[in-house]
């Protein structure tokens, strides 16, 4: 399972640190859909803003697609208002406090706060203190104490007035060691895991200059999934691997029972308003009833013939609604143990969330968001279709009645209304130019995209995922210059320093008005220029702004000549480019459905936010140090394998004279007609040797490889002198016995042609002119 690396883990800390990534996550949409499953779902209470009344209603969903949004339920349907974006994985669960704090948690290991009916969608506080995915969180309805549990077998109980200290406090007390970012009090904190407010939303630093510390609700042995807490934050209960039901005193951490009974993992909670009933939902597919006071289980209930996933119930608590892995929504009387099959799904069902007692909302593994009538909607005439029955105590009492074909009928067959989604991608391809990627939907829609650009260039609708990637095969080789992943149900490409450099193309391939047909492009380069064009632009301001008021004295430009910095191997480049836009058309993303960018400066820890947001004050506190280099600077690190050395000789059994007596080097996307004007050039009879040494050069092989044919940065014109003989003769140039075409690039030939480790091997001969 994908993992995010996280500032609160400092295991393995004495090992290199890897340069830090940037990703960017490409949508085909506006940002008004989910586009994975959603995992959490919460309707605030009636004393909250539009909780209530006859005004609209506000829906709050937090989805795999890393995002949360708030949703404005009116007569008319559900209309997204704000996008929450900051977390950089999976959001697993959302709770608003009583000051409308909205808080969420995700597979990042991060807290997050925001201000819940601003519009805004600002992240205004990041918690570090989680060392594994963060699962679940509880909170008190009458106070702010909020509880949070995860994968690293650790509950923690927050007190969120005493963690939000003001901006303005933290940072005049910025010097003290006590800034939070997840430590204890008077525990030292790493220069690098201290931040401040930013633009980005990641204001860990600036949580806690009093060395605010959570209390630790120690004792869990294994990785907990589910958290409840009552309504006066007196209590706390928590589950997960264990297969036991731990009852907890927020207000201490102190531990006061464990109640055992399930036999499989504990995935769902919840307490009645006082505390004193507690029903659980395992992975054994049994809900149980407990008794605090009397510390038993009072009732099992067997509904569900899968995992039980979510459960939800009315203040009173006298009946549950469940679903799980089975698809099924079910609900129960806790006195009667009457069951009723509600509705059936088309995917595992992850939450369910009552609005009064009038509907229930749904939300599965898809990226829709679907509402059914609640139990008291139902007519006579409705529950006479459906079928009810008694659920019993054990499993196999369950899954009997479904053999014997007596499974229950739903009561509702379809919900009263869906908020879409976007399907998510489930498959993809990188195609062999490195620059196109074929992906499918979970409807069975086949795009491709090109993700310089960010965008779809060709829907093939519902065709075969095979045969199109087969149609769409092209024989080249272009070095894996980004990695990329649909975890978060879109496309998400890494850049790595030096890997993300590694790819050039001609700038007359991808059709640059008045390009040389020697210039050369750096793909990993122009890539970053078009993500981070809107951040050059609003800098340039900027630093346009603060020139002006300080005489000159700051940064005044994008790209400009800085003496003080020591040019790189690769600053041959500029020159190349400087005559070029600040972006290429090849490489302009979307403004409308712009990437969002995950990424981590030299303080505190990811973040992510939309490109187009980007204000231009981000600095290397905020953004890896070699992506400012690459677009600030035209500054690229050195890079490996960016030739190709090859032998070059006359076919067997022509007469043609041997023009190098060694090795030679080229760049790797080097073109077989470039090869064809260098014999060409070299085969001219009258011709001294010695003419063309400055152009190229060969070597013995026990002297190495040298330069021969051009190189990456300096020009190359091959075959520039004109042939004096009455008739030009044509070359093939052969490797393996086969004709290469011109067109094919000598990274190709090696590895579809040659397929040797050993050096490419090249033949060249005459035949007659047609």
């Known amino acids: ?28 949409s506006n940002d008004a859909k989910h586009c994975s499953g959603v995992n959490c779902l919460i309707l605030p209470g009636v004393d909250a803003p539009g909780g209530g009344g006859d005004g609209g209603h506000y829906l709050f969903s937090g989805s795999r697609d890393g995002t949360l949004k708030r949703w404005e339920l009116g007569n008319e349907g559900a209309v997204c208002g704000v996008t929450f974006e900051s977390h950089v994985d999976w959001v697993n669960d959302v709770v608003v406090t009583s000051n409308d704090t909205l808080v969420s948690c995700s597979s990042d290991t991060t807290l997050k706060t925001w201000r819940a009916y601003a519009n805004d969608g600002e992240c205004t506080r990041t918690f570090r203190q989680h060392s594994d995915y963060v699962t679940s969180l509880a909170s008190a309805h009458q106070s702010n104490i909020v509880a949070s549990g995860g994968l690293g077998c650790e509950v923690f109980i927050w007190d969120l007035e005493a963690a939000m200290v003001p901006v303005a406090r933290a940072s005049s007390e910025a010097g003290s060691e006590g800034r939070y970012d997840g430590f204890p009090s008077g525990l030292s904190v790493p220069a690098e895991r201290l931040s401040t407010a930013n633009s980005t939303g990641n204001a860990s630093g600036a949580m806690l200059a009093n060395s605010y510390a959570p209390i630790p609700a120690k004792g869990h042995k294994e990785s907990v999934y589910a958290l409840a807490m009552n309504d006066s934050g007196t209590l706390l209960v928590s589950g997960g691997t264990e297969k036991a039901v731990r009852v907890w005193d927020p207000r201490s951490g102190a531990k006061q029972m464990k109640l055992k009974g399930h036999t499989d993992n504990v995935r769902a909670l919840l307490l009645d308003p006082t505390g004193r009933l507690c029903l659980s939902g395992s992975s054994d597919s049994i809900i149980r009833l407990w008794d605090l006071g009397q510390q038993r289980c009072v009732h099992s209930y ?8 979510t459960l939800a119930s009315a203040p009173s608590f006298s009946h549950v609604y469940s679903g ?47 509402k059914w009538p609640s139990q008291e909607q139902a007519s006579l005439k409705v529950f006479q279709r459906a079928s009810t029955f008694v659920a019993g105590s054990l499993p196999f009492t369950r899954a009997r009645a479904c053999m014997d074909g007596s499974a229950p009928v739903a009561l509702y067959t379809h919900p009263t209304s869906t908020i879409p989604g976007t399907a998510g991608i489930v498959r993809h391809s990188i195609l062999n130019d490195r620059r196109h990627v074929l992906t499918k939907d979970a409807t069975g829609n086949v795009k491709l995209w090109e993700i310089t650009r960010g965008t779809v260039i060709t829907d093939f609708g519902k065709v075969s995922f095979e045969d199109k990637e087969k149609e769409l095969f092209e024989m080249v080789s272009v070095p894996a210059w980004f990695t990329m992943d649909t975890r978060l149900g879109s496309i998400s490409v890494h850049l790595d320093t030096p890997q993300c450099f590694s790819a050039e193309m001609y700038a007359a391939d991808l059709h640059v008005p008045g ?35 300080a005489n000159g004295d700051a940064e005044s430009g994008i790209g400009e000549h800085h003496p003080d910095r020591r040019p790189s191997s690769d600053d041959s480049h500029d020159d190349s480019n400087s005559h070029q836009p600040l972006v290429l058309p090849a490489f302009e993303f979307s403004t409308s459905s712009p990437p969002s960018i995950i990424t981590e400066g030299s303080q505190g820890g990811p973040w992510r936010k939309k490109a187009s947001e980007l204000d231009g004050s981000e600095d290397e506190k905020d953004l890896p140090w070699w992506v400012m280099d690459c677009v600030l600077h035209n500054r690229l690190p050195p890079r490996e394998n960016a030739k190709c050395s090859f032998f070059l000789q006359p076919c067997e059994g022509t007469s043609l004279q041997i023009l190098t007596q060694g090795k030679l080097s080229a760049p790797r996307i080097l073109r077989m007609h470039k090869v064809v004007n260098y014999v060409l050039e070299k085969l001219v009879i009258d011709k001294p040797l010695e003419d063309s040494a400055s152009e190229t050069t060969s070597t013995t092989g026990r002297q190495g490889s040298q330069q021969a044919v051009g190189n990456g940065y300096g020009p190359f014109r091959p075959g520039s002198r004109v ?47 047609r």
């Open 1 to 28: 399972m994908h993992r995010v690396g996280s500032a609160g883990n400092n295991a393995n800390a004495s090992r290199p640190r890897k340069e830090r990534r940037l990703t960017y996550v490409l949508r085909d």
């Open 302 to 309: 067997a509904v569900h013939t899968d995992s039980v996933w």
């Open 324 to 370: 799980g892995k089975d698809l099924s929504v079910y609900v129960t009387d806790l006195a009667t143990r009457e069951s009723t099959l509600l509705c059936t799904e088309q995917q595992p069902v992850l939450r369910l969330t009552l609005q009064g007692d009038e509907w229930l909302w749904v939300t599965t593994t898809d990226s829709a968001l679907n």
């Open 515 to 549: 390009a040389s047909e020697e210039l050369k492009l750096n793909i990993g380069q122009e890539t970053l220029r078009g993500l981070m064009a809107n951040w050059m632009t609003r800098r340039r301001q900027r630093s346009s702004i603060t020139s002006t008021a």
């Open 723 to 769: 042939w004096q003989q009455p008739v030009k003769p044509v070359v093939e140039i052969v490797c393996n016995d086969q004709v290469l075409p011109l067109g094919m690039s000598l990274a190709t030939v090696r590895a579809y042609i040659w397929k040797k480790p050993e050096d490419l091997c090249l033949q060249y001969r005459t035949v007659p002119n």
